[in-house]
């Protein structure tokens, strides 16, 4: 089954291609024969994997022939060879006059044949005999479609050629539709006969998973689908390529509903099942999947044998899958398709009969099915109760997504349903914190604003605190601390609350990066708790946050003491927000200020792990592994950081957990040069946090004048970083110190570049904040000063190339980062240092050996603006960059490192797909990586293996892993 609109990419099937192409031509020896059964229902790609082989096969030297089994019978013997043979003669030239004689005369043996069983072994004989003159010596392969319908005769021919009685070297490749192999199908006996031929292979071709699902319809599309889209497409085709094209096809074209073709095909070979199975795929297609075989016994009430012989038929058609655990559709979209051809009072009765065998069924109630049934029975009242307990069930579990989806439905059946037992508030308030916990925040404040418009009165201190919750987790800090305020302000707040206000308020300002004022708060939510029994939750969030402000500001041993004690504190109370918070502020406080990056980044990824254990993967998981991913980039494991990167990102995150990534993501593409990924990471950024503060608005313009920079735009990059100087509410003196860094990097590049004056206002404005931070790092604690003096290093060696670089004032750079172990800051302050003394015409070799080191380290990275700058220097200085040590040079016996030694263990993943020749969209979406980052990478590898084509670089790669 061939679409006939477009062509779409064949995805998913490359390993299948090549294994059938070595059964068929690279694993058979002389004279043998060998063949490969595909077998797979209609739709999965069997016709697509045929041309693809085909085209490998002929490539490859072989004679192939192509033809198709007709559905009428036996009407007309040998139909596909003949096919085949007419086919192949039409493609011949004049130049080949001998072969197209050989082909004449084998059609011309079908014409004289007069027929009579006696002759049957004759003609198979003179048939083989014209093969062998046809093939001249050359592999011969015979490709057939729709063997399912194959005449008698052909059948006969195969299991002639292929037990090797016709002395010729002949493969064969078919397809078989699976459902069509029914009863005494005469295939089945041929096909059971040749599996005893040990080159005789049968493989089912199984539809596409998940991932190639989404592929191929991203391709067909033209664009990467939508969360939503992609989930459907998933559900609705299961996994058959052909599906998955034409509903694809309908989302390009934006036509709605299913399509006729569809809609017939399915119905077509659901109307072709016996009565009983008919029955029973109608059955499975209304309930909740899987469906167990006692269940569809009580929905139907057949006869238990009589059912199995039915789920048989239905399985054999490939409409259903059966399992231990019960039946499903094969494809969701029978569902679809079923679903209007039974008349409402049928569908009705069905999910009636299905609901009332649920209840009546001893053991556990299966709350979430009883809900669905239920409520498409047309019975809101009996369906709320269940979709209220399945709600409780899966907030037990720690299942959000899901409490949130049994709560939405029991508001919708609440208002349904119209009883006066119902409390609508309640739910209300059940349906928000669901959404909260799983990450839908601007829902999660929608239904709080209903439920304050349904109670109705001045907003409580309790409404007070939960909008402040979800306006931070929307990344609306400054409303967030608003409400906090008006909550402690309130009249009815009570000791509690106001512990927990208080509580909240200090986990925020941490966040806001007012660290002296989240440790004045947290003492007070701790002095409010004691006074409050069971107050675990307000001890966990304020001692994070006192530990925090005491390890940055005064002692850091100290502080991180009691932060990892609210850990620990957190872990036996059991609450996964507590248990979250926890991990959260340690995890920052060890990547952050105190800059033990290794066991900050360990902590981060353990505490993702357990938080995703949790049920709150969407939310602090993804902040967990950006936290992780900014420590990764810091020491520099870069490729590393983009996998776990990568893994976040597959939440999908919203609020101020993306902000978290998005930026993290985007110090990647800065430090990699994929300037439009950066660009629309930073908007993206710039959107969510209105209202935000400093400790997520200083980084964003930070970022945003680095991009500007190496765009050559130091007008911008000024202006961003004028913008984040107004942000003078923050305790963090080690972003401003990063910013400040930017400020003065854009003025000494505006004053090389001569594109944009210097403006001396700034320069001042910038020494004046640099002289602030280093007063105010001086009170910070030691990890603290020694991150900033980092940073202040910098800034006194971008002041120098003002009025003429010092080489000295990066020296100091160089030993500050290299003491770290921050390799991109060394490795711009070696390129600084070494364009210094290039510029004194002192030292030439001393800049020689800096321009190695910093390139080294560059290329390490794959940070591809720098390793630009690097090679500019060098070719203007005539340094060569390949240069080596002596004394390396002069001793090297030992064989050089393979070829790949260079790059890194990103870019040989890379190259590796290169070398299976994918395209950079198609690798991208294999490694969770933008096109245009692939396309950075796939720069780099040229440049590092000097090579200018794939075809170059795939050679490289193929080499070194034979080796």
Not at 55 to 78: E, F, H, N, Q, W
Not at 212 to 241: C, F, H, I, K, M
Not at 532 to 561: C, H, I, M, W
Not at 683 to 700: E, K, N, S
Request: charged share 25%.
């Amino acid at each position: 089954m061939a679409s006939d609109v477009d062509t779409a990419p064949l995805v998913g099937r490359a390993e299948l291609v090549q294994t059938v192409r070595s059964a068929l031509l690279g694993d058979v020896a002389q004279g043998q024969t060998a063949a490969v059964f595909l077998t797979g229902e209609s739709g999965v790609g069997k016709t697509r994997i045929l041309g693809e082989v085909g085209v490998r096969l002929r490539a490859a030297g072989a004679l192939v022939l192509t033809g198709s089994c007709l559905d009428i019978g036996d009407a007309s013997p040998l139909h596909p060879l003949l096919q085949a043979l007419r086919r192949f003669d039409a493609d011949l030239t004049a130049a080949q006059a001998r072969t197209s004689s050989a082909v004449r005369g084998l059609l011309q043996v079908f014409a004289d044949e007069t027929g009579g069983p006696e002759g049957a072994g004759t003609l198979l004989e003179r048939v083989s005999r014209g093969l062998h003159l046809i093939a001249e010596g050359r592999p011969l392969v015979l490709i057939l479609d729709d063997l399912q319908w194959v005449d008698r005769s052909t059948r006969q021919l195969l299991l002639y050629l292929l037990a090797g009685l016709g002395d010729l070297q002949l493969s064969v490749l078919a397809a078989v539709r699976a459902e069509s192999l029914q009863g005494a199908h005469p295939l089945r006996r041929v096909l059971t006969e040749l599996r005893r031929l040990r080159t005789v292979r049968v493989l089912d071709l199984s539809p596409l998973d998940r991932a190639d699902t989404e592929q191929l319809a991203a391709a067909v599309v033209g664009r990467p689908l939508p969360v939503e889209a992609a989930e459907q497409v998933w559900q609705r085709s299961g996994g058959n390529p052909f599906v998955i094209e034409e509903l694809a096809r309908d989302l390009r074209d934006g036509r709605d509903g299913l399509s006729e073709t569809l809609r017939e095909i399915f119905l077509d070979r659901v109307d072709a099942l016996p009565q009983h199975a008919h029955a029973v795929v109608h059955a499975v297609a209304a309930g909740v999947e899987p469906v167990q075989h006692w269940l569809l016994a009580e929905v139907l009430h057949l006869p238990d044998g009589e059912l199995i012989e039915a789920a048989r038929a239905a399985v054999a058609h490939r409409l259903l899958v059966s399992a231990d655990d019960g039946y499903r559709l094969r494809h969701r979209l029978v569902a679809e398709v079923l679903a209007h051809e039974l008349l409402p009072a049928e569908r009705s009765g069905l999910h009636r009969r299905y609901a009332e065998a649920l209840t009546a069924a001893p053991g556990e109630l299966r709350q979430a099915r009883l809900a669905h049934h239920w409520r498409l029975a047309g019975e809101p009242a009996r369906a709320l109760p269940a979709a209220v307990g399945a709600a409780q069930e899966a907030e037990r579990l720690h299942g959000y997504a899901e409490a949130h989806r049994h709560w939405t439905v029991a508001l919708q059946l609440a208002g349904d349903s119209a009883s006066p037992e119902v409390d609508r508030v309640e739910l209300l308030g059940n349906a928000a914190e669901a959404a909260h916990h799983c990450g839908e925040h601007a829902r999660a404040l929608a239904l709080l604003e209903e439920l304050a418009a349904v109670r109705g009165g001045a907003p409580s201190c309790a409404l007070h605190i939960r909008r402040a919750r979800y306006l931070a987790a929307a990344g609306r800090s400054a409303l967030a601390e608003k409400e906090y305020e008006r909550a402690l302000d309130a009249a009815d707040c009570s000791p509690r609350e106001r512990a927990t206000a208080a509580a909240r308020l200090a986990e925020l300002l941490l966040h806001l990066g007012r660290y002296a004022d989240a440790g004045r708060r947290a003492r007070e939510a701790l002095a409010l708790a004691a006074e409050v029994e069971g107050s675990t939750t307000e001890v966990v969030l304020a001692s994070s946050a006192l530990g925090f402000s005491d390890a940055y500001l005064e002692d850091p041993e100290a502080g991180l003491a009691v932060v990892r004690q609210a850990l620990e504190t957190a872990e036996r109370s059991g609450q996964p927000e507590d248990v979250a918070c926890a991990y959260l502020h340690l995890a920052e406080l060890l990547t952050g200020p105190l800059n033990i990056l290794e066991e900050g980044v360990v902590v981060a990824r353990r505490g993702a792990e357990r938080v995703a254990e949790l049920g709150l993967g969407r939310t602090y998981e993804t902040r967990l592994l950006a936290i992780a991913t900014n420590g990764l980039f810091r020491v520099g494991q870069w490729a590393e950081a983009e996998k776990v990167l990568a893994a976040a990102l597959r939440h999908r995150p919203s609020g101020a957990d993306a902000v978290e990534l998005l930026l993290a993501r985007c110090r990647l593409s800065v430090g990699y040069g994929d300037i439009a990924a950066a660009d629309r990471d930073l908007d993206a950024v710039a959107t969510v946090l209105a209202g935000g503060g400093a400790r997520h608005v200083i980084p964003l313009l930070t970022l945003r004048a680095g991009l500007s920079m190496w765009e050559g735009r130091h007008d911008v990059a000024r202006q961003a970083v004028q913008r984040g100087l107004t942000e003078s509410r923050s305790d963090d003196v080690t972003i401003l110190s990063a910013l400040v860094w930017h400020g003065l990097r854009a003025e000494a590049e505006a004053h090389a570049s001569r594109t944009v004056e210097v403006d001396p206002t700034a320069v001042r404005r910038l020494r004046d904040v640099t002289e602030r931070v280093a007063r105010k790092s001086a009170s910070a604690a030691r990890p603290v000063r020694s991150v900033v003096d980092g940073f202040l290093a910098l800034c006194a060696a971008e002041v120098s190339r003002l009025d003429g670089s010092d080489p000295e004032l990066w020296a100091a750079s160089v030993a500050e980062w290299d003491r770290r172990n921050h390799p991109y800051p060394a490795a711009y302050s070696r390129l600084r240092q070494a364009e210094a003394l290039l510029a004194r015409r002192s030292r030439v070799a001393t800049a020689g050996k800096l321009l190695r080191e910093a390139y080294e380290v560059a290329q390490a990275l794959g940070a591809v603006p720098l390793t630009s700058e690097i090679r500019e220097l060098a070719g203007r200085a005539r340094v060569s960059l390949a240069e080596r040590d002596s004394a390396d040079a002069a001793g090297s016996v030992e064989p050089a490192d393979d070829e790949l030694a260079t790059l890194t263990s990103r870019e040989r993943e890379v190259l590796a797909l290169v070398a299976e020749g994918l395209t950079n969209r198609e690798i991208g979406q294999r490694l969770f990586i933008s096109e245009r980052t692939i396309g950075v990478h796939v720069s780099h590898i040229f440049d590092k293996l000097q090579v200018r084509t794939r075809v170059q670089a795939s050679a490289i790669h193929l080499r070194n892993a034979r080796g």
